[in-house]
Antibody, heavy 121, light 107 residues
């Protein structure tokens, strides 16, 4: 059974930084591309970032480009999202997502339970 | 960027009803469209991918169709556990985009 367990969320001040982690299990982590999706309270889903199986080819939404960095450690089956220069607009539940092999032209097959990031003074 | 619109944004239906949700893309995306179901306080769940392929374990009352710019999600006979919000997503090109969602509520 695929399990994706996010951690690292919490309350951070505007301009601050946070690093999210996603511990993966139940599948061959190094084979599949991964992604982050966020959802502001009471709103819809927004794709944030994706990374290929070997850690190359990161992609970002325009809204986070230059501030967020996605990475992965295949030896530890863990996905990361480093978030810098946070603003109120980044307040959301952040979901770790396993893609079916690639993300592009495939699907977001499995989702974690999400971790809440709140940016507020 | 490819924009997705969904209609309706909200619908009220009864158990047993046939329900259809439409998703339109601002440009052609072939069949690279997925549908997700999200219940309150829970993570989204994949229902349909490649426009019409049912994800393993999803009940057969769910079906998807379409290609290019117009897609539909149909629930043939609405069940109590189907009351939720439904999102479409295009995976044709980055940035991946989601539709705004359709909330299905109990009449």
């Amino acid at each position: 059974e695929v399990q994706l367990l996010e951690s690292g969320g919490g309350l951070v001040q505007p301009g601050g930084s946070l690093r999210l982690s996603c511990a993966a299990s139940g599948f061959l982590f190094s084979r599949d591309s991964m992604s982050w999706v966020r959802q502001p309270p009471g709103k819809g889903l927004e794709w944030v970032s994706a990374i290929s199986s070997d850690g190359g080819d990161p992609y970002y939404a325009e809204s986070v480009k230059g501030r967020f960095t996605i990475s992965r450690d295949n030896s530890k089956n863990t996905l990361f999202l480093q978030m810098n220069s946070l603003g109120a607009e980044d307040t959301a539940v952040y979901y770790c997502v396993k893609c079916r092999h690639s993300c592009q032209r495939e699907n977001f097959q499995d989702w974690g339970q999400g971790t809440l990031v709140t940016v507020s003074s | 960027d490819i924009q997705l619109t969904q209609s309706p944004s909200f619908l009220s239906a009864s158990v047993g009803d046939r329900v259809t949700i439409t998703c339109r893309a601002s440009q052609g995306i072939s069949s690279y469209l997925a549908w997700y179901q999200q219940k309150l306080g829970k993570a989204p769940k994949l229902l349909i991918y490649a426009a019409s392929t049912l994800q393993s374990g999803v009940p057969s009352r769910f079906s998807g169709s379409g290609s290019g710019t117009e897609f539909t999600l149909t629930i043939s006979s609405l069940q109590p556990e189907d009351f939720a919000t439904y999102y479409c997503q295009q995976l044709s090109s980055y940035p991946f985009t989601f539709g705004p969602g359709t909330k299905v509520d109990i009449k």
